[in-house]
């Protein structure tokens, strides 16, 4: 009796099936009706045409589309063939050496509506052809990506014009974009308010050169888009601490890293004044501890997401634990900790409350004694072992010890994985042991990555899989040397 396969299984095969015959078997005879002459068969008509998969709804359409180019198939014939007018979501990133003439024939012929368009690093595609694009499916658009493109004023100005709904755009990387060209994203050619000040939510233009910062993102802020909740700009927070003085409130919710040492600016009380909505935060640590509970308690109500970059000290963990105990996301770089035994104290318990994704990154080759690993891994052990209930991923990565193996075994065995859906243990000192471990006794983890942990070989990972699927187990192990 051969086993079952689960639905999601049987999808993927059937899937990676039409991908691997698209040229062999469904391009043939599309390319024959769609191009009865040989001569015509390198270009693309702009009209529209009926494909073999049009019948498929939305989301099976756009599973097939994304997972024939990300597995390299991005020729303009089988764009044509996948894309259809129920696909909402179009992301071109993968097929970035489509001509500009390609890209814009494709989009009209076979596309009546999109939600979301990705053209990042699409350099060929002409600012001209952006500009058709955006008048054509402007009106729809929610999500737009033109980062590392040959976006413009003209590309702006149109943006400014037809997007009435957009809520984020990514411009990123757009030498060719100007100051000017910016305000066209919310003024037009009369100087009146687009549709834009009132949508937007997310915007990063993180690299785009502009002559003064604080002329730009002073009136973005404060007038033109005051609901703006994301804003990548490389020179934003010295321009907030510009800017903003006792009556000042922005909407922001995530700001770049912010540096709490001997140089923090003056007006480091004013500025948290001003920002009361930060739900992502990413803290560079120095030696300024007060600022850090000061920041911290200002937003420990709405906080969500907490990212600690080193230097820290381990032995705060616990007063952050109780500062922001609601938070869902919590990243640790521990390239840094403290090599002194003095620094560590035992702790009984760390617990986050609605914790759902925790992450700690280690630095494989740096020169740490044992102590300071394991003493890192105690703290990490804690914080699973609180929030056991709520915790739905965890990342380690590039812990160089087998303490690692002591670690997950410990949460098998006191049932810390009741809930982890996702474990990544890229680049640690892993052993088929422990992964037969977490094969056996979790029955909540439904992926296993294993990227580079160069203590499993390639045939211990074939034969786990093929006692996953002997057993019809809902369990997946990623693994790449």
Same mark, same amino acid.
């Given at each position: 009796?051969?086993?079952?396969?689960?639905?999601?299984?049987l999808?993927?095969?059937?899937?990676?099936?039409?991908?691997?015959?698209?040229?062999?078997?469904?391009?043939?005879? *599309?390319?024959?009706?769609?191009?009865?002459?040989?001569?015509?068969?390198t270009?693309?008509?702009? /009209?529209?045409?009926?494909?073999?998969?049009? +019948?498929?709804?939305?989301?099976?359409?756009?599973? %097939?589309?994304?997972?024939?180019?990300s597995?390299?198939?991005?020729?303009?014939?089988?764009?044509?063939? =996948?894309?259809?007018?129920?696909? $909402?979501?179009?992301?071109?990133?993968?097929?970035?050496?489509?001509?500009?003439?390609?890209?814009?024939?494709?989009?009209? !012929?076979?596309? /009546?509506?999109?939600?979301?368009l990705? %053209?990042?690093?699409?350099?060929?595609?002409?600012?001209?052809?952006?500009?058709?694009?955006?008048?054509?499916?402007?009106?729809?658009?929610?999500?737009l990506? /033109?980062?590392?493109?040959?976006?413009?004023?003209?590309?702006?100005?149109?943006?400014?014009?037809?997007?009435k709904? /957009?809520?984020?755009?990514?411009?990123?990387?757009?030498?060719?974009?100007t @100051?000017?060209?910016?305000?066209?994203?919310?003024?037009?050619?009369?100087?009146?308010?687009?549709?834009?000040?009132?949508? =937007?939510?997310?915007?990063?233009?993180?690299?785009?050169?502009? &002559?003064?910062?604080?002329r730009?993102?002073?009136? =973005?802020?404060?007038?033109?888009?005051?609901?703006?909740?994301?804003?990548?700009?490389?020179?934003?927070?010295?321009? %907030?601490? @510009?800017? +903003?003085?006792? !009556?000042?409130?922005?909407?922001?919710?995530?700001?770049?890293?912010?540096?709490?040492?001997?140089?923090?600016?003056?007006?480091?009380?004013?500025?948290l004044?001003?920002?009361?909505?930060?739900? @992502?935060?990413?803290?560079?640590?120095?030696?300024?501890?007060?600022?850090?509970?000061?920041?911290?308690?200002?937003?420990? $109500?709405?906080?969500?997401?907490?990212?600690?970059?080193?230097?820290?000290?381990?032995?705060?963990?616990?007063?952050?634990?109780?500062?922001?105990?609601h938070?869902?996301?919590?990243?640790?770089?521990m390239s840094?900790?403290?090599?002194?035994?003095?620094? *560590?104290?035992?702790? #009984?318990?760390?617990? *986050?409350?609605?914790?759902?994704?925790?992450?700690?990154?280690?630095?494989?080759h740096?020169?740490?004694?044992?102590?300071?690993? =394991?003493?890192? %891994?105690?703290?990490? #052990?804690?914080?699973?072992?609180?929030?056991s209930?709520?915790?739905?991923?965890?990342?380690?990565?590039?812990?160089?010890?087998?303490?690692?193996?002591?670690?997950? *075994?410990?949460? +098998?065995?006191?049932?810390?994985?009741?809930?982890?859906?996702?474990?990544?243990? @890229?680049? +640690?000192?892993?052993?088929?042991?422990?992964?037969?471990?977490?094969?056996? #006794?979790?029955?909540?983890?439904?992926?296993?990555?294993?990227?580079?942990?160069?203590?499993?070989?390639?045939?211990?990972?074939?034969?786990?899989?093929?006692?996953?699927k002997?057993?019809?187990?809902?369990? &997946?192990?990623?693994?790449?040397?």
């Amino acid at each position: 009796m051969p086993c079952l396969i689960s639905p999601k299984s049987l999808q993927t095969i059937c899937t990676d099936s039409i991908v691997d015959n698209l040229e062999a078997l469904w391009l043939r005879r *599309f390319i024959s009706e769609v191009f009865p002459n040989s001569n015509s068969q390198t270009q693309v008509r702009p /009209l529209y045409i009926i494909g073999p998969f049009d +019948c498929l709804d939305c989301k099976s359409a756009l599973s %097939l589309f994304n997972r024939a180019l990300s597995r390299g198939k991005t020729s303009s014939q089988i764009v044509l063939l =996948l894309l259809n007018y129920k696909v $909402l979501e179009v992301d071109l990133n993968r097929a970035r050496h489509l001509t500009s003439v390609r890209v814009w024939d494709i989009l009209n !012929s076979r596309c /009546l509506h999109i939600h979301k368009l990705n %053209l990042s690093t699409c350099a060929r595609v002409t600012s001209t052809d952006l500009v058709k694009i955006i008048e054509q499916f402007g009106g729809d658009i929610k999500y737009l990506d /033109l980062s590392l493109t040959r976006t413009d004023s003209s590309v702006t100005l149109a943006i400014g014009e037809h997007c009435k709904v /957009l809520e984020k755009l990514n411009l990123d990387g757009c030498d060719r974009l100007t @100051e000017a060209g910016l305000v066209h994203l919310f003024r037009d050619k009369d100087g009146i308010r687009t549709s834009l000040c009132a949508t =937007l939510r997310d915007l990063d233009i993180h690299s785009v050169n502009t &002559e003064d910062p604080n002329r730009l993102i002073g009136p =973005l802020l404060k007038s033109w888009c005051p609901n703006l909740q994301y804003l990548s700009y490389s020179f934003l927070l010295p321009v %907030l601490t @510009e800017i +903003c003085d006792s !009556s000042s409130v922005f909407q922001l919710k995530r700001i770049p890293p912010l540096c709490i040492d001997e140089q923090y600016p003056p007006q480091f009380h004013e500025l948290l004044e001003s920002l009361p909505n930060i739900t @992502e935060l990413i803290i560079i640590v120095g030696v300024r501890e007060n600022l850090l509970w000061e920041a911290l308690e200002k937003w420990s $109500l709405k906080l969500e997401s907490l990212h600690i970059k080193a230097p820290f000290p381990l032995t705060w963990l616990p007063g952050v634990a109780m500062m922001v105990p609601h938070i869902r996301h919590l990243t640790l770089s521990m390239s840094s900790i403290s090599t002194h035994d003095s620094d *560590f104290v035992r702790v #009984q318990s760390l617990k *986050f409350v609605n914790l759902e994704t925790l992450q700690a990154t280690f630095i494989s080759h740096r020169i740490v004694p044992n102590n300071v690993f =394991l003493y890192s %891994l105690d703290y990490l #052990q804690k914080i699973v072992a609180g929030s056991s209930s709520t915790l739905r991923e965890i990342t380690i990565h590039s812990y160089p010890h087998f303490g690692i193996n002591a670690f997950v *075994f410990w949460c +098998c065995q006191n049932n810390a994985f009741s809930n982890v859906e996702l474990l990544n243990l @890229e680049d +640690c000192a892993l052993q088929s042991c422990t992964v037969w471990d977490v094969i056996h #006794q979790t029955n909540a983890v439904k992926k296993l990555v294993l990227n580079k942990c160069q203590f499993i070989s390639l045939a211990e990972v074939q034969t786990m899989r093929k006692h996953v699927k002997e057993n019809n187990l809902d369990f &997946e192990i990623e693994y790449d040397l």
